[in-house]
């Protein structure tokens, strides 16, 4: 196996686990930002209040994204599993 070879995959597991990551924390840092606004225009300074909104949003959208998730993480790693017996030579 070559290093760029070796360099490839790293790119194309880092790509895939950007892509996972970005569509949990994306949507949880704009329900922060709007409840950080919320509370900066009325003065309140409860620090539960960011928790919860920020939570449900994170668990709704593994309910509703979990799927495609699974597909594309069990996607790579079929393909990396049929391309072992080509990276060995």
Known sequence: MTPETVLTIMQQTLQVITMLIAVILLPALFVGLLVSMFQAATSINEQTLSFIPKLLVTILVLVMAGPWMLSLLTGYAT???????????
Request: negative net charge; without cysteine.
């Open 79 to 89: 393909r990396v599993f049929e391309d072992i017996p080509f990276l060995i030579g």
